[in-house]
């Protein structure tokens, strides 16, 4: 299917018990901006009920626009609601917090309550006010989506060097050492690491992978007959508790009629330990990174088998960079947004499997804050 980068909204021919009634139509992102503006000027003061019927996709963009919307309308008295969201559509708003919103929603304002928060290690030491001198070693490390981009990144660091003039030493975390305990000046890292450290060191996201979002899978052993639904209290293995891998499986269940909040977690440190598990039948499901099983062997795959998967095209991971290297800022974005102009930049981006690179837009950082402060406070 062909998602279509157009939004439309249009009046229906009669209101609903007192709310001004519209379709939308096609995919609420970037592109919608425009449109989502001029509705504004044109409803103010009014209640508005939302038609999501003929919406495609929603992405962390367009969930940034529509609560601002949301917010305006409830700061002038009035209400807004939305009604007829499919699936990934209706999991995000709950996730984020705008379930609220949602036509005949009786929860709470917020489902974060339903997965328990995960701590958060205090940063060593405040990189605002770190000093390098000009000729300085930056440290660099790279949290892979997979382990078949490691060549390509030792090949991106030379890239780097060569073309800011500048050394640079790429490192690979430790197996489930959290990233956010690292004394590090650049990084491409998951989601929720990248949310820490900017939050709570002040680092910046230059760039992330162009149409690269970080997605789930639920596995279970092949040769498992059962379904989701027939396990009483599941035991669930995943990489670690403060993962955006982890909202989105547990979400999933919920959004399938099943109490995540009843199942038994086991966090593995790192996926291949997480897949280990389930398959030694020592957990039932696993929560993975949907790119890590795309790039799992034949023989592994076959070993287990997919019973839901996300589609919400929300977070991405990000390159990142320390807020003391500011002048540097610029000449990084520079530098990753040509690669695909020549011969040699192509090629290491065929090697870390990246389509290219894009700057993220602020209104989908801000949306994923927003989630990981829901979550991880």
Request: proline residues 4%.
């Amino acid at each position: 299917m062909v998602i279509v980068d157009t939004f439309e909204i249009h009046p229906a021919s009669q209101s609903v018990d007192g709310f001004n009634c519209f379709a939308c139509v096609g995919s609420i992102d970037a592109h919608a901006a425009p449109v989502i503006e001029d509705f504004r000027g044109h409803v103010d003061g009014t209640n508005v009920l939302l038609d999501f019927a003929r919406v495609e996709r929603v992405n962390s963009m367009g969930l940034s626009l529509l609560l601002k919307l949301f917010e305006e309308r409830e700061q002038q008295g009035a209400r807004v609601q939305v009604r007829n969201l499919n699936r990934m559509t209706n999991m995000l708003f709950r996730i984020t917090g705008l379930g609220r919103f949602v036509e005949g929603y009786g929860g709470d304002c917020s489902d974060a309550a339903r997965i328990e928060p995960a701590s958060l290690s205090r940063p060593l030491a405040d990189p605002s006010v770190a000093k390098l001198s000009p000729d300085a070693t930056l440290k660099f490390m790279a949290n892979l989506q997979t382990g078949q981009q490691l060549s390509g990144w030792y090949l991106l660091n030379t890239y780097l060097q060569r073309r800011l003039e500048r050394p640079i030493h790429l490192e690979q975390p430790q197996l489930g050492k959290d990233l956010r305990e690292s004394s590090v000046d650049l990084l491409f890292s998951k989601p929720f690491d990248a949310c820490s450290l900017i939050r709570n060191q002040g680092f910046v996201p230059l760039m992330r992978p162009v149409g690269d979002a970080d997605e789930a899978v639920i596995l279970m052993r092949a040769d498992d007959p059962r379904k989701l639904g027939d396990l009483n209290r599941p035991e669930v293995v995943t990489v670690s508790k403060n993962n955006f891998v982890y909202i989105l499986g547990r979400s999933l269940c919920d959004e399938s009629g099943l109490d995540s909040g009843n199942f038994s977690y086991q966090f593995a440190g790192n996926e291949i330990k997480a897949l280990q598990t389930l398959v030694k039948g020592k957990a039932d499901v696993l929560f993975m990174l949907k790119k890590t099983y795309e790039g799992l062997s034949s023989f592994a795959r076959g070993s287990t088998r997919v019973i839901d998967e996300s589609s919400t095209n929300f977070a991405f991971h990000f390159f990142c960079a320390a807020p003391y290297l500011k002048e540097l800022h610029e000449p990084l974005v520079q530098v990753f947004t040509e690669m695909g102009n020549s011969e040699q930049g192509r090629q290491v981006l065929s090697d870390i499997q990246v389509d290219g690179w894009c700057r993220p837009d602020e209104g989908e950082i801000q949306m994923l804050q927003r989630l990981y402060n829901l979550y991880m406070n």
